[in-house]
Nanobody
Framework: VQLQASGGGLVQAGGSLRLSCAGSGLTFSNYAMAWFRQAPGKEREFVAAINWNGGSTYYADSAKGRFTVSRDNAKNTVYLQMNTLKPEDTAVYYC????????????????????WGQGTELTVSS
């Protein structure tokens, strides 16, 4: 199984960016997908999750109203659209997958997820 995250970069505060995560080696539609992030010196934290068919999403408070998670199962890809970016959004962003029946997408612990991507770095300048 491989999850390949991409789309990170340097953005000014208030700007937008879309991250992508392409999955291979798994039946993508059998998995809920999530985005986590890890800032320097901090623990990895949950950002957003989406269920197997895109019908349900769940967000961390820090992401509500600014970020949108979506997926395209035909392309084996999950996205994170990030708007109104803030310097505190600076982090390495990771995508993760868990088998759909393992737990609810509102279960946000990193231990709930089976597979992880390598991360893509976002820097938001003030």
């Amino acid at each position: 199984v491989q999850l390949q995250a991409s789309g990170g970069g340097l953005v000014q505060a208030g700007g937008s960016l879309r991250l992508s995560c392409a999955g291979s080696g798994l039946t993508f539609s059998n998995y809920a997908m999530a985005w986590f992030r890890q800032a320097p010196g901090k623990e990895r934290e949950f950002v957003a999750a989406i269920n197997w068919n895109g019908g349900s999403t769940y967000y961390a408070d820090s992401a509500k109203g600014r970020f949108t998670v979506s997926r395209d199962n035909a392309k084996n890809t999950v996205y994170l659209q990030m708007n109104t970016l803030k310097p505190e959004d600076t982090a390495v962003y990771y995508c993760a997958a868990k088998y759909y029946s393992r737990s609810s997408i509102s279960s946000t612990s990193v231990t709930n997820y089976d597979y992880w991507g390598q991360g893509t770095e976002l820097t938001v300048s003030s």
